[in-house]
């Protein structure tokens, strides 16, 4: 069987590319402005059925979102049968193919197909989702006339219409595993939220609840499904509950995280604008596609405070050391920590005194999943809130064999069964991440203050310089080191042995023209001071 040229040729002209515009498939997938990315889709379709044919029809992912960008902004991200991201092998692919002039497009399809061996005879499944950008609903139809230019009858699509990236991520597995030993659960948005819900009420039933959440949403998708779980949470008595800071259940146009959400909140260390929450009052931000969480609070002074990744991963580790060991597992089982180089070097210090290992990776949450797949159980967290727990087949086969012989480790197994159930084993969720979260706090009966006060961060600052060409900049030591441009990593240490506690690096954005420069020292002048020399080396 061959591809209809004619039909990927008169398609394929409806969505012509922008001229002198060079696409790259980057740790966020394809990501621009939402007026260049018509035929950007277009062509994520071809890619998304030859995914899925290559791989026996088994179903594949595609996200339309942006995540934390501006609103007019959009994006596209495929998703692997086992609902972790696109292989890296294939963003080659799908590069190449987005940057294909119209006039070679059915040609250089053929071309694809054979050089990946593609049975076009075969079955393909695609589930799409698509974030609250208003931009969403042309981008969706361009995808699926790419769908259908290379549809040879076989091939089915299942549109869930609006939802968060993590949740799409669910139901790609969910699909694909069902009725097999490995169910992942219901596909469908509900069941994954039923099988969050009944996994927080596990650890946490019989508990004494703690004070309202506030949750802003970045006006984005996150909304409704916070609206929807706090409904789920009540109606089974939950000890939790969950207060919108905006009112954003209907998605207003120019809202989408503007003055909020995760990136505002963790980027700017700066309240939602227009929110002020009271002493010490618990508050978490998400992003517009609901994969990044970081919680914050006002103290007694009316100081903000951030609670960003490194706490949550901090606060989880913390937890989980301790459960494996009352479930008699610590010699059996390995717990480790994956953080990036943004991790602050106070997290760092607090779980390695926890004698919890921790992996440094490039920054991605491709790098970051693939190593925490490596322990018993992982947890891995950016500093910036996209994160999880992985637990091992091999970890769960051992929790269930174990026979407890007192109350105390039974309990514990259970908990386990339950946190691997609660936590999102394809990739992180701001929903599950959260209930991981207020589970600990509310077995722990802790406010905002006393999680914050496992460590504190040493104050820090992030520059973003403008470059004529961030290829020039090359890293090595998990981006901590840079190899190009030759002798700046020398001028940087020397300013960094100034500082007592000092560090500094510099890294090349994979989803901008920039290179950002992060520096830590002991005091907030000493950070700014430190970042702003670095910076200022930078040409
Ligand atoms: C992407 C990554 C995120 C990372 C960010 C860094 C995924 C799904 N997303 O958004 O993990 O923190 O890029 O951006 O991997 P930067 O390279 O511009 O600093
Ligand atoms: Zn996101």
């Known amino acids: 069987m061959s591809l209809d040229h004619d039909k990927i040729s008169k398609l394929g002209e409806q969505h012509p590319p922008p001229a002198n515009h060079v696409y790259a498939y980057g740790t966020a997938g394809f990501r621009s402005n939402a007026n260049v990315l018509d035929a950007v889709l277009f062509r994520v379709g071809i890619i998304a059925v030859f995914r899925s044919m290559k791989l026996d029809g088994k179903a594949v992912g595609v996200m339309i979102t942006a995540s934390h960008n501006p609103e007019c902004d959009n994006g596209v991200k495929l998703v692997d049968p086992h609902g972790d991201m696109l292989d890296p092998s294939w963003e080659a692919y799908a590069t190449a193919l987005a940057n294909t002039p119209l006039d070679s497009l059915a040609s250089y399809c053929s071309q694809l197909a054979n050089t990946l061996k593609i049975d076009l005879t075969k079955k393909a499944n695609i589930i799409i989702a698509r974030d609250t950008r208003p931009s969403g609903d042309a981008m969706l139809s361009s995808l699926n006339h790419g769908i259908e230019s290379v549809n040879n009858g076989s091939v089915s699509v299942q549109d869930f219409g609006l939802a968060t990236t993590p949740a799409l ?9 069902k009725g097999t030993n490995d169910d992942y659960g219901e596909p469908t948005i509900q069941g994954y939220m039923d099988k969050m819900v009944s996994a927080f009420n596990g650890l946490v039933q019989g508990k004494p609840s703690i004070a309202p959440l506030k949750v802003d949403c970045a006006n984005g998708i996150g909304a409704p499904y916070i609206h929807d779980l706090s409904e789920k949470l009540q109606k089974v008595n939950a000890p939790l509950t969950l207060e919108p800071v905006f009112d954003d259940t209907t998605p207003g146009i ?43 609070y006002n103290d007694q002074r009316g100081n903000f405070k951030l609670l960003d990744g490194d706490k949550i991963a901090s606060l989880l580790s913390v937890f989980i050391i301790d459960l494996v060991e009352k479930a008699g597992l610590t010699d059996t089982a390995n ?13 760092s210090k607090f779980i390695n005194a926890q004698q919890v290992p921790i992996k440094c990776v490039p920054t991605g949450v491709k790098h970051l999943h693939h190593a925490a797949q490596q322990y018993s159980v992982g947890v891995y967290f950016e500093a910036n809130g996209h994160g999880t727990v992985l637990f091992s087949d091999e970890f769960i086969n051992l929790v269930k064999s174990t026979v407890p012989v007192m109350p105390a480790q039974q309990t514990a197994l259970q908990q386990l069964i339950h946190l691997s159930q609660l936590a999102n084993q394809t990739v992180g969720d701001a929903l599950s991440d959260l ?16 999680w914050d006060g496992l460590y504190e961060d040493f104050p820090n600052r992030l520059v973003k310089v403008t470059v004529p ?13 840079l190899v190009t441009p030759a002798d700046l990593q020398k001028e940087i240490d020397g300013h960094v042995s100034k500082y007592q506690d000092g560090r500094s690096f510099v890294r090349p954005s994979g989803t901008e023209d920039c290179v950002r420069v992060y520096a830590e020292a002991q005091t907030r002048g000493q950070a700014d001071e430190l970042a702003f020399k670095v910076a200022g080396l930078i040409y």
């Open 169 to 177: 991520h669910y139901l790609v597995r969910a699909t694909n595993s």
């Open 254 to 296: 120019g809202k989408l995280n503007n003055g909020c959400g995760a990136d505002h909140v963790k980027s700017k260390q700066l309240l939602p604008v227009g929110f002020t929450p009271g002493p010490n009052e618990r508050c978490a931000s998400l992003d517009g596609d609901a994969d990044r969480i970081v919680y914050y």
């Open 335 to 347: 717990v480790g920590v994956v953080q990036t180089a943004y991790a602050n070097g106070c997290s």
């Open 435 to 450: 209930l991981l979260v207020e589970a600990i706090l509310i077995q722990k009966q802790w406010g905002p203050a006393e």
């Open 469 to 481: 060409d961030r290829t020039a900049f090359t890293t090595t030591d998990a981006e901590r080191k």
